[in-house]
T-cell receptor
């Protein structure tokens, strides 16, 4: 199972674009890359998922280079409510996702 | 939000007692998961189910058992609770396995004294 590495914490200010990069050197051919957001005292919430190149939804963008050994979650123009922990996951169809420690994002006014 | 409930939401129990946590879904999703979350460890998969009576172990399954007799219910049992099992437990469901989107419940905070 592929392990992920991401920064433990990041700081940003309201209105800025935030990019969180995740390293997954041992990603397998069938693995998807998924990002979750977690607020205190809540379960994680799905943000975005991709397999290659770029994926965009109403919340974020996900950039995946050709070798797929890393990925970058991009949050455009963050607000205070984006303060949360963000998890990068790599998983196959076997159901065994592995959550790392996540990146604690702090957005300041 | 996906229809997932967990019960109880909070529980305090003594070492050595059995504890059962319940996850109930109204989405009729095939896959269900139990995770625990501890400071410094993120979420770790305990067990998961890919159908009624079909379960498999996750990365931290020792000391836990699960059962799924109905599509909507997935039970996590601590046969003899230990202080190391003090944690927040999350249930999740998904339509497809593995890399697909998982929907999480509100969590159960378990304290073993």
């Amino acid at each position: 199972l592929a392990k992920t590495t991401q920064p433990i914490s990041m700081d940003s200010y309201e209105g800025q674009e935030v990019n969180i990069t995740c390293s997954h050197n041992n990603i397998a051919t069938n693995d998807y890359i998924t990002w979750y957001q977690q607020f205190p005292s809540q379960g994680p919430r799905f943000i975005i998922q991709g397999y290659k190149t770029k994926v965009t939804n109403e919340v974020a963008s996900l950039f995946i280079p050709a070798d797929r050994k890393s990925s970058t979650l991009s949050l455009p123009r963050v607000s205070l409510s984006d303060t949360a922990v963000y998890y990068c996951l790599v998983g196959d169809q076997g159901g065994k996702l592995i959550f790392g420690q996540g990146t604690e994002l702090s957005v300041k006014p | 939000d996906a229809g997932i409930t967990q019960s109880p939401r909070h529980k305090v129990t003594e070492t050595g007692t059995p504890v059962t946590l319940r996850c109930h879904q109204t989405e009729n999703h095939r896959y269900m998961y139990w995770y625990r979350q501890d400071p410094g460890h993120g979420l770790r998969l305990i067990h998961y189910s890919y159908g009624v009576k079909d379960t498999d172990k996750g990365e931290v399954s020792d000391g836990y058992s699960v059962s799924r007799s109905k599509t909507e219910d997935f039970l996590l049992t601590l046969e003899s609770a230990t202080s190391s099992q003090t944690s927040v437990y999350f249930c999740a469901i998904s339509v497809l396995a593995g890399g697909e989107e998982q929907y999480f419940g509100p969590g159960t905070r378990l304290t073993v004294t």
